[in-house]
């Protein structure tokens, strides 16, 4: 089993070495500064109780408040959730929003329970952390299987709790509970705006109408995908927990979602062939996306991947084996700390909107947005080619410096 927090420690590492980093500093970056394991009990419809875990880490608040989401899966571990809020801090460093890295997470599969238990659990998560939290100290956000809606939930017992009325504690909202417009698609969004740099820069050598297969059917991967799609590519899998579909003349994405919602499942849609989550990741295309859990790439498929670029939407989906494999196959690999930094970015955009009483259109949201993460592009090549290294390493060196800056001498 590959330990997330030793990748990120790896990642890190290996920056720290190409820019000859402060390693005092570096040894600090290395450990959260701290994180919480809480109980939650919850009275289940059936009228029993349960006691579910949850954790939040908070990993480093040189550059502002930790943020970072808060995900619910029955695979939560302290060990991921530390992981999750370090890569936290590099990706906001790296997209330039005065945020440090948090992230929480609860141990539920989340289908199995009744939008009532799943309201008690999140407002009991919260009446456990509403202390460690609050819009200048820790702000959470959606992540795996949390929504706006409980973004919403959360956000009220905080309120309740704490007396503090901010609507920015939580970001990640809905739309008529002071959420951001652009918020829902940031992510995906960020990815394809990063991707068009890509493409600008000719790295991978991809051309417009190349094919795309993408790990994931959730938030980030659909917009992503249509996204992709717009811009001429030819979309030929997605996936989702049960397994994935691939018609390599392309998926017309509209059915694939209606298919989705009406049966649950992506599996068996008319016009493609079921393949298997890791059949997917191996599928002759030109660019690969894994957007659903970290380490889908690892040491035993890694020199099966025929992709010529990998954009990561997922946190952490590379482990530090494949990376080397990735790199000497001269696979381009487009880091997530990077790729899908557009999520915190607007989530940033929500924090100061609430905190300033400020409601901007979505194309001010989206506009703002494209010019943020290009820049953080532009940034991270910039690195990459002064050290000659890949750009997993560019951007944690630029993201290490500027957060190197931030703390205390
Ligand atoms: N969960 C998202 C991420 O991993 C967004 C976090 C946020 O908006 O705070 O980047």
């Not at 959730?81 to 590099?90: I, K, P, Q, T």
């Not at 509403?130 to 959360?154: F, K, L, R, S």
């Not at 394809?192 to 094919?211: D, H, M, R, T």
Request: proline share 3%; with cysteine; net charge neutral.
């Amino acid at each position: 089993m590959i330990n997330p927090f030793a990748t990120a420690k790896g990642q890190l590492k290996a920056a720290a070495e190409t820019a000859k980093l402060d390693s005092d500093k570096i040894a600090q970056l290395a450990l959260p500064d701290r994180y919480v394991e809480v109980s939650i009990p919850v009275k289940m419809d059936n009228g029993k109780q349960k006691i579910f875990t949850g954790f939040r880490s908070q990993h480093n608040n040189a550059r502002g408040p930790y943020k970072g989401g808060i995900r619910y899966h029955q695979d939560v571990n302290l060990d991921e959730v530390r992981a999750l809020s370090f890569w936290m801090s590099f990706k906001n460093a790296v997209v330039n929003v005065p945020f440090g890295g948090g992230k929480g997470g609860i141990i539920v599969n989340p289908k199995e329970l009744s939008a009532g238990e799943l309201e008690r659990l999140s407002r009991g998560f919260v009446k456990k952390i509403y202390t460690i939290i609050g819009p200048e100290t820790d702000v959470p956000a959606p992540d795996v299987n949390t929504t706006g809606q409980i973004m919403g939930w959360m956000l009220d017992e905080y309120q309740k709790c704490s007396g503090n009325k901010s609507m920015a504690t939580f970001t990640g909202k809905s739309l008529d509970n002071g959420g951001s417009q652009g918020r829902e698609e940031a992510t995906g969004f960020g990815g394809v705006y990063v991707f068009e740099e890509v493409l600008k820069n000719k790295i991978g050598g991809i051309a417009q109408g190349g094919s795309v297969a993408l790990q994931g059917f959730g938030n980030v991967s659909t917009f992503f995908a249509k996204a992709a799609a717009k811009l001429g590519f030819k979309v030929v899998a997605v996936s989702d927990s049960k397994g994935g579909i691939f018609n390599s003349d392309g998926l017309n994405l509209e059915k694939v979602e209606a298919h989705k919602k009406a049966t649950g499942a992506l599996k068996d849609f008319v016009g493609a062939k079921n393949i298997s989550n890791s059949e997917l990741l191996e599928l002759d295309v030109d660019v690969l996306v894994p957007a659903a859990l970290e380490n889908v790439l690892t040491e035993e498929n890694a020199d099966k991947i025929k992709a010529k670029l990998i954009v990561e939407m997922a946190n952490g989906p590379t482990a530090p084996e494949a990376d080397v494999i990735f790199n000497k196959k001269g696979i381009a690999v487009i880091p997530d700390i990077l790729a899908n930094s557009g999520g915190v970015c607007v989530s940033y955009y929500e924090w100061y909107q609430n905190m300033n009483n400020e409601s901007w259109t979505k194309e001010q949201v989206l506009e703002k947005l494209s010019k943020q993460i290009k820049q953080a592009f532009v940034d991270v090549y910039a690195l990459q080619k002064q050290y000659s290294t890949s750009f997993r390493t560019a951007a944690y060196i630029l993201a290490a410096q500027r957060i190197i800056e931030a703390m205390p001498k």
